[in-house]
T-cell receptor, first 115, second 113 residues
Framework: KAGVTQTPRYLIKTRGQQVTLSCSPI?????VSWYQQTPGQGLQFLFEYFSETQRNKGNFPGRFSGRQFSNSRSEMNVSTLELGDSALYLC??????????????FGPGTRLTVT | GEDVEQSLFLSVREGDSSVINCTYTDSSSTYLYWYKQEPGAGLQLLTYIFSNMDMKQDQRLTVLLNKKDKHLSLRIADTQTGDSAIYFC?????????????FGQGTTLQVKP
């Protein structure tokens, strides 16, 4: 079974620009979550999607948005980029059971650098 | 709010056992996870334990869960240089009823030959 794929792997943008990151979950997984990883803040939850619906959102400004398509692929968008948005953005794919999620698998991440 | 704490650094000799500790605050978490991150890579799921279990063993990995003290540990037997990485403990946010994970700050494991 193919793992979680994220594109692009590396991205360099300028302050004020916007960026779109893509995530394809493991086949059959309908839940996709996004996390931001920085040296200072560690791993922070951005949002989670299940069956095209946002189920949960982390404490990030409205510049961060996402969506999920009918094939479970997900995109996240960051508008009006700031230097502080430089980070590794990780996508996680999982199945959901009646007692909660389990076996959350992460992709390799997209390294975003804002200059 | 929910919080997960880990020690930042652990150094062991090759062949020794490594024990990485984690404490968490959310008693309603259903699952607790251990992830490994190598330089420049994403997170690799090592193992997870359901909250009604005390122990789980998977080859060289042993996870111990003490629910009373909200303490989780990962033991790596016969540690190899390839085990050098950052290890993250994570709990499912029990209050959100979703898959949101709350991570510790990570423990850097250094394995000396």
């Amino acid at each position: 079974k193919a793992g979680v794929t994220q594109t692009p792997r590396y991205l360099i943008k300028t302050r004020g620009q916007q960026v779109t990151l893509s995530c394809s979950p493991i086949s059959g997984h309908r839940s996709v979550s996004w996390y931001q990883q920085t040296p200072g803040q560690g791993l922070q939850f951005l949002f989670e999607y299940f069956s095209e619906t946002q189920r949960n959102k982390g404490n990030f400004p409205g510049r961060f948005s996402g969506r999920q398509f009918s094939n479970s692929r997900s995109e996240m968008n960051v508008s009006t980029l700031e230097l502080g948005d430089s980070a590794l953005y990780l996508c996680a794919s999982s199945q959901i059971t009646g007692v909660g999620t389990y076996e959350q698998y992460f992709g390799p991440g997209t390294r975003l650098t804002v200059t | 709010g929910e919080d997960v704490e880990q020690s930042l650094f652990l150094s062991v000799r090759e062949g020794d056992s490594s024990v990485i500790n984690c404490t968490y605050t959310d008693s309603s978490s259903t699952y607790l996870y251990w992830y490994k991150q190598e330089p420049g890579a994403g997170l690799q799921l090592l193992t997870y334990i359901f909250s009604n279990m005390d122990m789980k063993q998977d080859q060289r990995l042993t996870v111990l869960l003490n629910k009373k003290d909200k303490h989780l540990s990962l033991r790596i037997a016969d540690t190899q240089t390839g085990d050098s990485a950052i290890y993250f403990c994570a709990e499912v946010d029990g209050s959100s009823n979703t898959g949101k994970l709350i991570f510790g700050q990570g423990t850097t494991l250094q394995v000396k030959p």
